[in-house]
């Protein structure tokens, strides 16, 4: 069990006898960009080009592949994101918690927000529900029990758990738990909760502030709803102490340090330059590195690896057994080339080391191992590789599927009401010797060709390494629905065709891929749109938003990854909303 | 279904002015809550959907039923089985598009999430009736073979658009859930006839907490209402559901028992169906592809709807197996993947190899939809067996057992196999097999099961009205 996301609907079929060609903007909410001609001039929506409608004439599977589509930036769209709030992750609200108390508490039994398929925290899927409601409760109390009366002293600026304290008391707790200056309304409101707890005994007063602000809207939320006096203006600049949150939470995944709170009391941050400054400190930050490599591992949607990822034992025996060095692989190949200096090229195509000798065993045992192979970049990692294909086979269809929408930002788009037709029975009547072969029948099939040249024709450049991520030079097709009755190893075939792209061309395996695509603006694009998602967690609303924008031109200069969540985070989008 | 905030009972309610205009309207509904029996309702799901022999054999009246649903023989009398249901529309191979609109009638959300774009009869029925009535929790969701993600394929109920309600896989999780505070085994919560002292007064701290605990919910609900004036709809909304959560909070607050120094915890109603028992969570693997242990933890899950409802925590539920396009290699006996390798292809005679014996591909099929199906019965059973009234506690429910694609996973959106199970006192026309010829919608079965607990919707989803499905109620 647990196939990726997308296994069973690529399994061996055709992916639609009445696919459109269409790529879209994976993840743009309300539109999928319409499919382009290459031969049509005009500024693209989206790196694609294949045109085959259903009910229309498709494309010949053998007729002229479609050519190279040259990058075209977007046209600028709106700096303006929708105003909103961003519920805190458990991590994030426990380093809240410890931000206001000064004591840490347990937060791995509280519900983590919902991952919906995109990254695993868009700020739209944090919702609290009552069970939520009832546990952040719950956790607010244990946090104010845990207090000693000494620690809970020392949280009070006159020193002692006395009313005359409250006060001061309650601004100093409501600053930072609000990660803002508390207004009066907010003081008389959390006063008279202080009343109410005192009234039973003083220290009551003290607890009782600390659990409700816990529980406060203005603390389990980053808010980006600007300052009250703009609160009748539909478009409107986000305060001094937003921009810090926003920038603490997104770049460190911690609250904003006294130091950065400090910068919005003083009102910096609305400064560019002053802004600037500040992120530039906050990258600088271990834990900004530790985001960096987590976007990176989500990006790559590898965050489930070990629950997602399984194989059949009796095709890829040992696999269970290595999957924690496999992905121990991909974190030391993101320490090395995905930190703050690492480079979109580097990643794409620097040697992947293999230090695990449980790691190095397991790929060995893929008898047609070569003894010379090296693997090449983040498309080569065991991870990608296993993830990307079935239990028991690869899949050149999931692998170009892989490439399509997550490193060009492609989406393939199926028309409502149809069904693709099983091709099982086709398996058994063409006698693969090789898992080429079998998905070489999408080819012939002038309606699934639509589609699957674009996918397949990348897919097979994988072929290069087994369903498990092992290299391998022959193949001896294995099915369970098929019984090879003179079963002999096959050479692999893994030259392939990148179409639609601004980097066209033919290629004989994925290490030319991945240095195909270290040279392509649309695949630039894709990463700053990725990181966008993952930065401001939402979905862009256009490629043309500055930070996608300015991403992507610090792809092209740089390439540097620091570059990259400095471009995303200093344009006019990180201050502006509309309501 | 109301508009985007429309103002409803509830939300009158919360205000002064509502409590007002609507006392006499309450005190008439509390009467009427202490003489009718609950209302119920449980969504139920499992993957990959049934061959065509979980159809029963004959029509009408007289049916019988096949070797999917064996373990349901005993239970004919509490099934309606309504041929020929077709949902509005589909995607791709109806995968994601029969998750969406399985209790929904909606189209995606969004093209990035393929969840639904409106919510699900459950939760609609909590917002539009009286399903409720005054238990603690809204609905609970539980799930087994399963790991409770949060994607389209994996949710049945949604609480609106692209909201879902996230299935809890881990019993232990479910339990504390579902029965903190509550206190198994005790004598039901009804006043005894004389009371021979005075009640001990509760002590001051706990008096002054349940103050604050009160306060705090007031101003955060106050708080989260300023933020909402700042905000579009779909972030309004998304609020909402946090002011809702907190004032079901404070109803539990109001509800419960001031400490008096003794005991603790919540003593259970007068048990309307039966006792309140504590659900035994021992023996939970969360392995997907191990039967045994798959069973154990499908009986736990069943056991936790059955004592909810006993304990009257909630009426309404959703039981989930597994998800749209689950595998489970090594389930049964079989090392490959059920939905590849016989699901798929039940439609020929190809041999596989399941637990050592050599079966066709729809045998197989048969033998791993009467896995789920076994565990769908035990709950029906279970509910059969507890007295209500005059009849059981499954006349006084409904169950609504529904798959993603049609009849012999056929990836399309024809011929879709719903079960009703229950619900006889709900007018349910159950012990019949509608094996009409005409084609009608799946949404009309939603507004009935709808029209049925107490909800006069005229349609649902993208099919708004639509009407009810002839044959539904007697």
Same mark, same amino acid.
């Given at each position: 069990m647990g196939r990726p996301s997308v296994g069973w609907l690529l399994s061996v079929l055709c992916l639609g006898a009445a696919c459109t060609?269409e790529i879209g903007?994976t993840g743009?909410?309300?539109?999928v960009?319409?499919?382009?001609?290459?031969?049509?001039?005009?500024?693209?929506?989206?790196?694609?080009?294949?045109?085959?409608?259903p009910?229309?004439? /498709?494309?010949?599977?053998?007729?002229?592949?479609?050519?190279?589509?040259?990058?075209?930036?977007?046209?600028?769209?709106?700096?303006?994101?929708?105003?909103?709030?961003?519920?805190?992750?458990?991590?994030?609200?426990?380093?809240?918690?410890?931000?206001?108390?000064?004591?840490?508490?347990?937060?791995?039994?509280?519900?983590p927000?919902p991952d919906t398929g995109v990254y695993p925290?868009m700020?739209?899927s944090?919702?609290?529900?009552?069970?939520?409601?009832?546990?952040?409760?719950?956790?607010?109390?244990?946090?104010?029990?845990?207090?000693?009366?000494?620690?809970?002293?020392?949280?009070?600026?006159?020193?002692?758990?006395?009313?005359?304290?409250?006060?001061?008391?309650? $601004?100093?707790?409501?600053?930072?738990?609000?990660?803002?200056?508390?207004?009066?309304?907010?003081?008389?409101?959390?006063?008279?909760?202080?009343?109410?707890?005192?009234?039973?005994?003083?220290?009551?007063?003290?607890?009782?502030?600390?659990?409700?602000?816990?529980?406060?809207?203005?603390?389990?939320?980053?808010?980006?709803?600007?300052?009250?006096?703009? $609160?009748?203006?539909?478009?409107?600049?986000?305060?001094?102490?937003?921009?810090?949150?926003?920038?603490?939470?997104?770049?460190?995944?911690?609250?904003?340090?006294?130091?950065?709170?400090?910068?919005?009391?003083?009102?910096?941050?609305?400064? /560019?330059?002053?802004?600037?400054?500040?992120?530039?400190?906050?990258?600088?930050?271990?834990?900004?590195?530790?985001?960096?490599?987590?976007?990176?591992?989500q990006?790559l949607r590898l965050h489930r690896f070990q629950d997602e990822v399984e194989k059949f034992e009796d095709v890829f025996?040992?696999f269970d057994?290595?999957k924690?060095?496999?992905?121990?692989?991909?974190?030391?190949?993101?320490?090395?080339?995905?930190?703050?200096?690492?480079?979109?090229?580097?990643?794409?195509?620097?040697?992947?080391?293999?230090?695990?000798?449980?790691?190095?065993?397991?790929?060995?045992?893929?008898?047609?191992?070569?003894?010379?192979?090296?693997?090449?970049?983040?498309?080569?990692?065991?991870a990608v590789l296993s993830k990307n294909a079935k239990q028991y086979l690869t899949s050149p269809t999931l692998r170009g599927l892989f490439v399509r929408d997550q490193?060009?930002?492609q989406h393939i788009s199926l028309p409502e009401n149809f069904t693709p037709p099983p091709i099982e029975v086709a398996e058994a009547?063409?006698?693969p010797?090789?898992t080429?072969?079998l998905y070489?029948l999408h080819?012939?099939d002038?309606a699934c $060709?639509g589609c699957h040249?674009l996918l397949d024709?990348v897919g097979?450049?994988f072929?290069?390494?087994d369903g498990a991520g092992?290299?391998?030079?022959?193949?001896?097709?294995r099915s369970p629905t098929f019984?090879?009755?003179?079963?002999?190893?096959?050479?692999?075939?893994?030259?392939?065709?990148?179409?639609?792209?601004?980097?066209?061309?033919?290629?004989?395996?994925?290490?030319?891929?991945?240095?195909?695509?270290?040279?392509?603006?649309?695949?630039?694009?894709?990463?700053?749109?990725?990181?966008?998602?993952?930065?401001?967690?939402?979905?862009?609303?256009?490629?043309?938003?500055?930070?996608?924008?300015?991403?992507?031109?610090?792809?092209?200069?740089?390439?540097?990854?620091?570059?990259?969540?400095?471009?995303?985070?200093?344009?006019?989008?990180?201050?502006?909303?509309?309501? | 279904?109301? %508009?985007?905030?429309?103002?409803?009972?509830?939300?009158?309610?919360?205000?002064?002015?509502?409590?007002?205009?609507?006392?006499?309207?309450?005190?008439?509904?509390?009467?009427?809550?202490?003489?009718?029996?609950?209302?119920?309702?449980v969504l139920m799901f499992n993957p990959d959907s049934h061959p065509p022999e979980w159809w029963?054999?004959?029509?009408?009246?007289?049916?019988?039923?096949?070797?999917p649903l064996?373990?349901?023989?005993?239970?004919?009398?509490?099934?309606?089985?309504? *041929? *020929?249901l077709d949902h509005a529309w589909t995607f791709d191979n109806h995968h994601e598009a029969g998750m969406a609109q399985l209790f929904t009638g909606a189209k995606f959300f969004d093209e990035a999430t393929h969840q639904a774009n409106g919510?699900s009869i459950d939760?609609?029925?909590?917002?539009?009736?009286?399903?409720?009535?005054?238990?603690?929790?809204?609905?609970?969701h539980l799930c087994a073979a399963d790991r409770g993600l949060a994607d389209k394929r994996h949710i049945l109920s949604y609480?609106?658009p692209g909201q879902p309600m996230v299935h809890v896989a881990d019993?232990?999780?479910?339990?504390?859930?579902?029965?903190?505070?509550?206190?198994?085994?005790?004598?039901?919560?009804?006043?005894?006839?004389?009371?021979?002292?005075?009640?001990?007064?509760?002590?001051?701290?706990?008096?002054?907490?349940?103050?604050?605990?009160?306060?705090?919910?007031?101003?955060?609900?106050?708080?989260? %209402?300023?933020?909402?004036?700042?905000?579009?709809?779909?972030?309004?909304?998304?609020?909402?559901?946090?002011?809702?959560?907190?004032?079901?909070?404070?109803?539990?607050?109001?509800?419960?028992?001031?400490?008096?120094?003794?005991?603790?915890?919540?003593?259970?109603?007068?048990?309307?169906?039966?006792?309140?028992?504590?659900?035994?969570?021992?023996?939970?693997s969360n392995s997907l592809n191990n039967a045994?242990t798959i069973t *154990?933890w499908a009986?736990?899950q069943a056991?936790?709807?059955?004592?909810?409802?006993?304990?009257?925590?909630?009426?309404?539920?959703d039981y989930s197996f597994s998800f749209s396009g689950g595998h489970h290699e090594g389930l049964l006996g079989f090392s490959q993947s059920w939905h590849d390798i016989v699901a798929h292809v039940s439609k020929t005679?190809d041999?596989v190899t399941v637990d050592?014996?050599?079966m066709t591909t729809r045998e197989a099929f048969i033998k791993f939809d009467r896995f789920w199906a076994g565990h769908m019965?035990?709950l029906? *059973?279970?509910?059969?067996?507890?007295?209500?009234?005059?009849?059981?506690?499954?006349?006084?429910?409904?169950l609504i057992w529904g798959v993603e694609s049609g009849t012999n996973h056929n990836h399309s959106p024809r011929d879709m196999q719903y079960l009703?199970?229950?619900? %006889?006192?709900?007018?349910?026309?159950?012990?019949?097999?509608?094996?009409?010829?005409?084609?009608?919608?799946a949404n009309?079965l939603l507004?009935?099961?709808?029209?049925?607990?107490?909800?006069?919707? %005229?349609?649902?989803g993208i099919?708004?009205?639509?009407?009810?499905?002839?044959?539904?109620?007697?």
């Open positions: 060609g903007s743009s909410p309300s539109v960009p319409s499919a382009m001609s290459p031969t049509v001039s005009g500024t693209p929506t989206a790196p694609a080009a294949v045109p085959s409608m009910g229309t004439t /498709p494309p010949s599977p053998m007729g002229p592949a479609p050519g190279a589509l040259p990058y075209a930036p977007p046209a600028p769209a709106a700096a303006e994101l929708p105003a909103r709030v961003w519920l805190l992750t458990p991590e994030e609200y426990g380093l809240a918690v410890r931000s206001v108390t000064g004591k840490g508490i347990d937060v791995s039994d509280i519900d927000i925290n700020s739209r944090g919702v609290v529900r009552v069970t939520l409601a009832q546990q952040l409760a719950e956790k607010a109390a244990l946090a104010v029990d845990g207090l000693t009366t000494p620690e809970l002293t020392a949280l009070v600026p006159c020193g002692a758990l006395e009313r005359s304290c409250r006060d001061d008391f309650v $601004a100093k707790m409501l600053n930072r738990a609000f990660r803002r200056p508390a207004t009066d309304e907010d003081k008389a409101r959390y006063a008279e909760i202080f009343e109410l707890g005192a009234e039973a005994e003083p220290e009551l007063g003290f607890r009782s502030v600390i659990r409700a602000l816990l529980t406060s809207p203005h603390f389990l939320y980053r808010t980006e709803v600007g300052a009250a006096a703009d $609160a009748q203006s539909p478009s409107f600049s986000l305060t001094n102490h937003e921009l810090a949150s926003l920038l603490s939470f997104s770049v460190t995944g911690a609250p904003p340090s006294a130091s950065l709170l400090a910068a919005a009391d003083r009102g910096e941050l609305v400064e /560019p330059a002053k802004l600037r400054e500040h992120l530039q400190a906050l990258m600088a930050e271990p834990a900004a590195s530790e985001r960096v490599a987590a976007f990176l591992v990006w025996p040992g057994a290595v924690i060095a496999m992905f121990g692989e991909t974190t030391e190949f993101l320490e090395t080339y995905g930190t703050m200096k690492g480079t979109l090229s580097g990643l794409l195509t620097s040697p992947v080391p293999t230090t695990s000798t449980t790691l190095s065993s397991f790929y060995l045992a893929e008898p047609s191992t070569p003894a010379s192979g090296s693997r090449i970049g983040l498309l080569s990692l065991g490193l060009l930002c009547q063409a006698a010797k090789t080429r072969e070489e080819a012939k002038a $060709a040249s024709s097979f450049l072929e290069g390494f092992r290299m391998r030079t022959t193949e001896t097709y019984t090879n009755t003179a079963p002999t190893p096959e050479p692999i075939d893994s030259t392939g065709e990148l179409l639609g792209t601004d980097v066209d061309g033919k290629l004989t395996s994925v290490a030319d891929l991945a240095q195909a695509l270290a040279k392509s603006d649309w695949v630039r694009e894709c990463v700053a749109r990725q990181a966008f998602r993952f930065y401001f967690g939402e979905v862009e609303p256009d490629r043309g938003v500055p930070p996608v924008v300015a991403g992507t031109a610090a792809l092209k200069g740089s390439g540097v990854l620091g570059d990259l969540v400095q471009a995303l985070l200093t344009t006019e989008s990180t201050t502006r909303r509309v309501r | 279904m109301p %508009k985007r905030f429309e103002v409803t009972r509830r939300d009158l309610l919360r205000t002064a002015l509502g409590g007002v205009l609507l006392a006499p309207f309450l005190r008439e509904r509390e009467l009427e809550a202490q003489t009718a029996l609950p209302k119920r309702l029963p054999s004959g029509s009408g009246g007289s049916f019988v039923l096949n070797e064996a373990d349901f023989k005993g239970l004919e009398s509490q099934l309606l089985f309504l *041929r *020929r919510p939760q609609i029925l909590l917002k539009e009736s009286d399903i409720r009535g005054g238990t603690p929790l809204a609905s609970i609480s609106g019993p232990a999780k479910a339990f504390k859930q579902i029965f903190e505070g509550v206190t198994f085994g005790v004598a039901p919560a009804t006043p005894p006839a004389t009371t021979p002292t005075s009640p001990p007064m509760p002590d001051a701290a706990a008096e002054a907490r349940r103050a604050v605990d009160q306060r705090i919910l007031q101003v955060n609900t106050a708080e989260l %209402k300023s933020i909402q004036q700042l905000l579009g709809q779909v972030e309004k909304e998304k609020l909402e559901r946090h002011v809702e959560a907190l004032f079901e909070l404070e109803q539990r607050i109001n509800a419960a028992p001031l400490p008096t120094g003794g005991g603790g915890g919540v003593a259970p109603p007068a048990a309307v169906g039966g006792a309140c028992e504590k659900t035994d969570t021992s023996g939970f045994t *154990r009986r736990i056991d936790m709807i059955v004592n909810a409802f006993t304990c009257d925590r909630t009426r309404v539920a005679d041999s050592g014996k050599a019965a035990y029906a *059973r279970r509910l059969s067996m507890i007295q209500e009234g005059n009849g059981s506690m499954l006349d006084n429910t409904i009703i199970i229950g619900g %006889k006192n709900l007018g349910v026309n159950v012990g019949q097999y509608v094996n009409g010829s005409t084609t009608q919608s009309q507004v009935s099961v709808m029209n049925a607990l107490g909800h006069p919707a %005229k349609g649902i099919e708004p009205d639509c009407g009810p499905l002839p044959g539904f109620s007697v």
